[in-house]
């Protein structure tokens, strides 16, 4: 039984059956021992073997690498047994983290792709159980370390974050350390003015139906915490004013005196004005006031 295959120039080997089984050198017979080993530059065969369904190795089946490897006897003599031996990534490395937000970030690798084409990805999750990986990217053949990256999307914010580099080849993945990063905490929300709602308000009171403390009743609805202020006019003349401050949104109800305040008709003006400075549109009423 003799076994052929890709070597360089002017070698091949074969293996002879029974019990005499060794490697010769085809060129001058010289039988290599078990223990020998050549100096081979070149792989002797490929996960991808060249077909007609795959232009003759240009595309591997199933996404396949193509990985060469090395087919080699070894053992006692007379009970050698065929292995084979293939290229494979080494040195990977987990990088750094860069370009840090609220939902996204870009994490770094590196790996020595062992003289053959690697395919490289990262793992990344809220635990070491991480759960999620970014998309293979295939390097080409090199044989020093190799950067490479990949942005990470759709992260919560404000935290932990685990991810390590991974590569592989058609045979087996190599993993790096395990490496984290913190999202930043989410922006706040744009800041809008607030807004001031009449609830309740009437449209003519009497001054003996308020009691002795001439007190009106307003029912108010603010959309956040805001400083209020009520105001009543008469021709342009500020009459009375009043301002509350609150601390939550939500309905509440203000008490306006009316004490000395004389019968005729008024106009009531009521802004809010939230903690960042914004102020409300001002909402204006007609206020008729008999005895």
């Not at 120039?9 to 005499?20: D, L, M, V």
């Not at 809008?192 to 003519?204: D, F, G, L, S």
Request: one cysteine or more.
């Amino acid at each position: 039984m003799t076994f052929s295959w890709l070597v360089p120039p002017g070698f091949s080997w074969k293996i002879s059956g029974g019990s005499t089984s060794s490697f010769v050198d085809d060129g001058s017979e010289q039988q290599i021992t078990p223990t020998q080993r050549a100096d081979v530059r070149q792989p002797i065969s490929s996960a991808c073997t060249a077909t007609p369904f795959n232009g003759d190795g240009a595309m591997c089946q199933g996404g396949a690498l193509g990985t060469p490897f090395f087919l080699f006897a070894d053992g006692a003599a007379g009970a050698q047994h065929l292995f084979a031996d293939a290229y494979a990534p080494s040195d990977i490395a987990t990088g750094a983290a860069s370009a840090l937000t609220a939902s996204s970030a870009t994490v770094a690798g590196s790996v020595n792709q062992g003289g053959a084409r690697v395919k490289v990805h990262f793992d990344f999750g809220p635990t070491t159980a991480y759960g999620s990986s970014t998309p293979d990217q295939v390097l080409v053949v090199g044989s020093v370390a190799t950067a490479f990256s990949a942005a990470l999307t759709g992260l919560p914010a404000g935290t932990t974050i685990h991810y390590r580099a991974v590569a592989s080849s058609d045979f087996a993945p190599i993993t790096g350390a395990d490496q984290t990063f913190t999202t930043s905490k989410a922006p706040p929300p744009p800041n809008v003015r607030p807004k001031v709602t009449v609830v309740r308000i009437p449209h003519k009171v009497s001054l003996r139906h308020l009691g002795k403390k001439r007190l009106l009743k307003l029912k108010l609805k603010l959309s956040e915490p805001a400083r209020v202020t009520i105001r009543l006019l008469h021709k342009k003349r500020l009459v009375r004013s009043l301002t509350i401050v609150r601390k939550k949104a939500g309905s509440f109800t203000a008490f306006l005196s009316l004490r000395g305040v004389a019968r005729r008709t008024y106009k009531l003006t009521i802004t809010a004005k939230d903690p960042q400075g914004l102020q409300s549109l001002s909402v204006t009423r007609t206020l008729r006031v008999k005895r």
